[in-house]
């Protein structure tokens, strides 16, 4: 019996996990320039209520402006391109007060596109969607 050979695209699969956990981090500490590192400078973002932002600058603004609410990417699947540099990344994000360790007020699942440039894996569109809250979390309004 022979052992399958790992994927192909199981380093692409790890850097980008990585880096998801590495943005992870720098909300948790509140680093608005650390989280913004990893998206495209014309990145797209549709909020888990409804908003849109655009571009790098705009994101980045989102972490400044309300450090309050620490936000968690957990990753569920991770698909790498056999044809171009994209992956795409589907998860579960939640938003915890104060600190990562605290309960989630707001949760749901995202998915990512990502692009490699330069051979780093980069951010370039994400949609999160809001499916559950307690607390002061239920009090946050959605964009109809």
Request: aromatic share 10%; proline share 7%.
């Amino acid at each position: 019996m022979t052992t399958p050979a790992p994927s192909v695209h199981a380093a692409d699969v790890q850097a980008i996990r990585a880096a998801r956990y590495a943005q992870n981090e720098a909300i948790a500490v509140g680093d608005a320039d650390g989280t913004a590192a990893f998206w495209t400078e014309d990145v797209v973002i549709r909020r888990g209520l409804g908003p849109l932002v655009v571009g790098r600058e705009g994101y980045r603004q989102l972490f400044v402006s309300d450090p309050a609410v620490i936000y968690v990417r957990v990753p569920t699947a991770v698909e790498v391109s056999d044809q171009w540099p994209l992956a795409f990344e589907t998860g579960e994000w939640s938003g915890h007060p104060g600190s990562a360790g605290a309960p989630a007020v707001i949760g749901g699942r995202y998915s990512a596109q990502w692009v490699k440039r330069n051979g780093r894996w980069l951010i370039r569109a994400e949609v999160f969607v809001a499916l559950t809250c307690s607390a002061v979390g239920c009090t946050f309004p959605a964009t109809p």
